[in-house]
């Protein structure tokens, strides 16, 4: 859009750039404080500017892009009919965020109540789980069945393999009695690597919350395995839970640590120097032709 001090002799249209001999029978208005060429436009195409701008948004105040100015739009009176459908939609329009919000907070709930008896059933055995389920009190059900699955999470977020790989690497000087057991352990380090540099899994909300919503499977399933002569299925859980935590987390500090050693012990080589030529060779090359 052009701007212009001087106001042309003649009626000009910014959007449409026709003047107002072209057609006399156009309805023009000058709806803001511009003058010269872009004081006045055809009402209908600043209608279809308005259309642009308010992208189906009919109450949505627009302003004037030279000047500022908020175009004043008036609409046609309507029945009380028309009148109570626009209040009513508004209404609903204010509401269905909060609504839609409601509905994700219960069904999300509800999952989780569901989750935390299924859980139950899984820990202490599906017919003892039903009966300590129907002889405990509806609302301790429904406050606490919901706090097993975000227990399971914020659990899974305690993350103390860094701890203990932290110590590891701090007193791996100490440990050097330890050296054949373990590979690199109290291994004097060319390189002391960037903390988070060498592949450190980072805290992923996907992963989280997986890992924690299957634990009472894998403990489960671990306690059964490893611990059959237990008769509680409860402690055979416990069992099952505890053994798969500490030995994926030896495995999972052994991991960071050969990692940890992997970063340090890297080492960047030269740039091989063209075939035929040596380091020598080139500089004297560079040498010579320095000279000349």
Not at 7 to 33: G, I, L, N
Not at 87 to 112: C, E, H, I, M
Request: some cysteine.
């Amino acid at each position: 859009m052009m701007a212009c001090e001087d106001e042309p002799p003649e009626k000009h249209c910014w959007v449409c750039f026709a003047t107002e001999k072209e057609d006399r029978a156009a309805e023009w208005v000058s709806p803001c404080r511009c003058k010269g060429c872009t004081k006045w436009i055809h009402q209908a195409c600043l209608q279809r500017w308005l259309d642009e701008k308010q992208k189906g948004n009919s109450g949505g105040t627009v302003s004037c892009p030279q000047c500022g100015t908020e175009y004043s739009i008036v609409f046609p009176k309507t029945g009380p009919l028309v009148y109570f459908l626009q209040q009513v939609d508004r209404a609903l329009s204010r509401a269905s965020p909060f609504a839609a919000a409601g509905v994700v907070v219960g069904t999300v709930y509800w999952s989780a109540v569901t989750y935390g008896a299924v859980t139950v059933m899984q820990v202490v055995g599906h017919k003892k789980g039903l009966d300590v389920m129907e002889r405990a009190d509806p609302l301790f059900l429904l406050m606490g069945l919901p706090t097993i699955p975000v227990m399971l999470v914020l659990g899974k977020m305690i993350r103390w393999e860094d701890y203990v790989v932290r110590l590891w690497q701090r007193h791996s000087s100490k440990l050097q009695i330890f050296n054949g057991l373990v590979p690199g352990m109290g291994r004097s380090l060319p390189r002391i690597p960037v903390e988070g540099s060498y592949g450190g899994d980072h805290l992923s909300v996907s992963r989280t919350l997986c890992g924690a919503l299957v634990f009472p499977s894998v403990a489960n399933l671990v306690g059964r395995l490893l611990f059959r002569r237990v008769t509680s299925n409860l402690q055979r859980t416990i069992l099952g839970g505890i053994a798969f935590v500490v030995m994926k987390g030896v495995l999972k500090v052994y991991f960071k640590q050969q990692q940890y050693l992997i970063q340090a012990n890297r080492h960047i080589l030269n740039f091989p120097a063209p075939e035929g030529r040596a380091d020598g060779n080139i500089e004297d090359s560079n040498d010579d032709s320095s000279n000349e």
